[in-house]
C-alpha cells in the first residue's frame, strides 16, 4: 500500500505549506554585496569576535578552505587547482552547506521562544517580532531540507551536528536572556560569512570548478519554495539562498540597533533586494519611520 494510502498525508507536499518569506526576481539575485557592519560597542566586538571563532570551528568541521587562486592559474587544470587546495570539489561544499545550515536554523528558533514566552508571562504582545524570528528559522531549515535531497550525510557527521547543535542552543539561549542586542549582532555578523561563503560558491560555479553543478537542475523543492521555473539549476538555488542569507543579514543588524519593546518594522513587509543586499541594516529612526510607512500603506489600502 502506497504512503498516502495508509496515511492519509500526500506524499509530496506542494503549495502554501510554510511561512511567508521573500520570492526573488532574477534582479533581485544579483543584486546583493559583500558587506560588514564595523564594530561601534564593547557588545558588537563580543559579537564580532565570537562569530570569528565559531567562523573558525565551522571552517574545521566542515572542511572549508579557500585558499587566494595563484598569479597562474589561468594555465592549470582543475586537478592542479584541487590537488594544491585552490578549489573545493561539490562534495566539499555539500558538506559546508549542510553543517552551516544545521547550525543557522537555532538562533530564530531560539529567539522566537524567548519572546514568546516573554509575552506570555508579562501579559502584553510582542511588537511583530515573533513571526519574523520563525519565519527565519523555517527559512533556514528549508536550506537544509533542499541541501538534503541532493546528499544525506553519514552517521559521524550525523553526530557532529548533534554535538554542535546541542551545544550551539544552549549557549545561545543563556546570551539571548542576558542581551538579547548582543545576539542579533552575532547573527548579523553570521550572516555576513554566509553571504560569502555563498557568493564564492556562485564564483566557483560560473568559472566552471564545480563542473558537476554547472547544469545541475534545482531540487523539486526548491523550485516549491522559490516559486522558481521549471527549469531552473542549481545554481539558481545558490543565488536565492544567497539573497535569504543577505535578508537575515540586514534583519538582524536592523533588529541589532533597535530596543526590545520597539516595533518590529518587518513585521508587515520587508524591502526589496536592492535595499537589503546593499544596505547593512536599518538604524533605529530608519526602522521607525519604515514601521510608520508600513502602517500608512496597510490604513490607505482598508480605506473604501
Known amino acids: 500500500m502506497k504512503e498516502e494510502e495508509s496515511s492519509g498525508v500526500p506524499s509530496t507536499i506542494k503549495g502554501d505549506w510554510v511561512l511567508f518569506h521573500p ?133 559521524i557527521f550525523r553526530a557532529m551536528l548533534i554535538g554542535a547543535q546541542g551545544v550551539f542552543y544552549n549557549t545561545f539561549f543563556l546570551c539571548y536572556m542576558l542581551s538579547p542586542r548582543t545576539c542579533h549582532r552575532f547573527v548579523g ?45 542549481l545554481l539558481d538555488v545558490i543565488y536565492a539562498v544567497r539573497s535569504d542569507e543577505s535578508t537575515h543579514r540586514f534583519v538582524n543588524h536592523s533588529l541589532a540597533n533597535l530596543k526590545s519593546n520597539d516595533i518590529n518594522p518587518f513585521a508587515l513587509r520587508e524591502p526589496d533586494m536592492t535595499v537589503k543586499g546593499k544596505k547593512i541594516g536599518f538604524e533605529r529612526e530608519e526602522a521607525r519611520k519604515y514601521a510608520e510607512e508600513s502602517h500608512r500603506i496597510l490604513d490607505e489600502r482598508e480605506k473604501p
Request: aromatic share 10%; net charge negative; with cysteine.
Open 189 to 233: 555578523h553570521l550572516e555576513e560569512e554566509a553571504v560569502i561563503t555563498y557568493t564564492r560558491c556562485i564564483q566557483e560555479i560560473e568559472a566552471g570548478h564545480l563542473p558537476e553543478w554547472s547544469d545541475f537542475p534545482a531540487p523539486e523543492i526548491a523550485k516549491d519554495y522559490w516559486r522558481l521555473e521549471p527549469s531552473a539549476k
Open 23 to 155: 520570492v526573488y526576481t532574477s534582479e533581485e539575485l544579483r543584486s546583493v554585496d559583500i558587506l560588514h557592519r564595523e564594530s561601534k560597542t564593547f557588545s558588537d566586538k563580543i559579537a564580532y569576535n565570537f562569530v570569528r571563532l565559531l567562523r573558525w570551528g565551522f571552517d574545521v568541521a566542515s572542511g572549508y578552505k579557500h585558499k587566494p587562486l595563484p598569479p597562474n592559474h589561468e594555465n592549470m587544470s582543475l586537478e592542479e587547482l584541487k590537488k594544491g587546495g585552490y578549489v573545493m570539489d561539490e562534495r566539499q561544499w555539500l558538506r559546508r552547506f549542510l553543517f552551516l545550515e544545521s547550525i543557522a536554523g537555532v538562533p530564530g528558533m531560539v529567539a522566537a521562544t524567548l519572546r514568546h514566552l516573554r509575552s506570555l508571562r508579562l501579559l502584553r504582545r510582542d511588537s511583530g517580532w515573533i513571526h519574523t524570528l520563525l519565519e527565519e528559522a523555517e527559512n533556514e531549515r528549508m536550506h537544509l531540507m533542499t541541501f538534503l535531497s541532493l546528499r544525506k550525510p553519514g552517521l
